[in-house]
């Protein structure tokens, strides 16, 4: 018992010196599943033995707590299963087209590496061979976008130095080529990378797919963030990357596929219902009926929808222009 706290204290002072905008005490709470006064002890514990913690300014009205100090380096160890995780990201990122992130994991595991203390080194690196040998991934279908090499860098420029980029693009429908002046807000990763940003002619933030940008270059020209832009916000409007006006969606998914509906998350803003007969009831508010409907295809009679009639509708419409298509194919 005394060896667990002591190691909850030290992961505490790990956690407190990495967390850009501190932690609270609830954060403490949540973490480590204990009591606010257990809390208090444990950050107090801290205090002595790393030293004092500062407050960090974040516009909250609860105080976050943050560590500066040097007395961690001799007690942080890196693990093979860590670093493991890095290069398996990596490779997901290879796999999606996304080889500058990629890049940049790797690179993250060759400093870890270097940093290792002595007595890790001569058996980290070969442990990290050993467990990236003994794992894979299982393949499975979707876009493997080819983005220009540098694209996200200068993308990652552009937007700290709030300039806008040119940039030529290529739309997926039509194959028509136009020049673009963007003031760009930040990239979404999702089946394929999107840049998020503005433009004179429109009002909301546009999308543009990485993977038909070429050509690109940051301008001298700076522009004025909107403050009241929000990445993240912005993303959960919509069930993919579409942007469309959000609708009320309510899914019910039959007692033989309502285990495996309750483990995925259709939405952040979800709520699910279980009924007696073993049924489930998924409901959330977003926008992109045709990527709901791609999703829906692979669940196939085991889903109802029932709301919104016009999701019912496009998927209905959907399924029978594929079935008369494979009906007329020989």
Not at 161 to 172: C, I, L, N
Request: with cysteine; charged share 30%.
């Amino acid at each position: 018992m005394r060896y667990e706290r002591l190691k909850n204290i030290v992961n505490l002072a790990i956690r407190l010196q990495g967390a850009r905008g501190g932690l609270t005490m609830d954060d403490i709470v949540e973490e480590f599943s204990v009591s606010r006064r257990t809390a208090e002890r444990m950050r107090h514990a801290v205090e002595s033995a790393f030293g004092p913690l500062l407050p960090v300014e974040t516009g909250d009205r609860r105080i976050h707590w943050r560590l500066e100090s040097t007395r961690l380096r001799g007690l942080v160890r890196i693990s093979p299963e860590e670093l493991a995780e890095l290069e398996s990201a990596a490779k997901r990122l290879d796999r999606a087209g996304l080889s500058e992130r990629a890049r940049l994991l790797r690179d993250l595991v060759a400093k870890l590496l270097a940093l290792r203390r002595a007595p890790d080194a001569p058996t980290l690196g070969d442990e990290l061979e050993a467990l990236m040998q003994a794992e894979g991934s299982a393949m499975h279908p979707g876009p493997r976008p080819q983005i220009e090499q540098g694209l996200l860098q200068l993308l990652r420029d552009a937007i700290k130095a709030t300039r806008k980029v040119e940039f030529s693009y290529v739309a997926r429908s039509t194959g028509k080529r136009t020049d673009h002046l963007v003031e760009p807000h930040g990239v979404l990763y999702g089946n394929r990378a999107y840049l998020v940003g503005h433009v004179q002619w429109t009002e909301e933030p546009r999308l543009w797919s990485l993977a038909n940008v070429s050509d690109a270059r940051m301008t001298d020209d700076a522009f004025e963030p909107n403050p009241d832009f929000d990445l993240q916000q912005f993303a959960e409007r919509s069930f993919g990357a579409f942007q469309e006006q959000p609708v009320d969606v309510v899914l019910r998914f039959d007692p033989g596929a309502a285990a495996d509906a309750a483990t995925f998350q259709f939405h952040p803003s979800q709520t699910l219902l279980e009924h007696e007969d073993g049924s489930l009831t998924v409901q959330f508010r977003a926008g992109g009926i045709d990527e709901m409907c791609w999703h829906l295809f692979t669940w196939g009679e085991s889903v109802t929808v029932e709301k919104p009639t016009r999701l019912r509708e496009r998927l209905r419409g959907m399924c029978a222009e594929l079935a008369e298509h494979h009906a007329q194919t020989r």
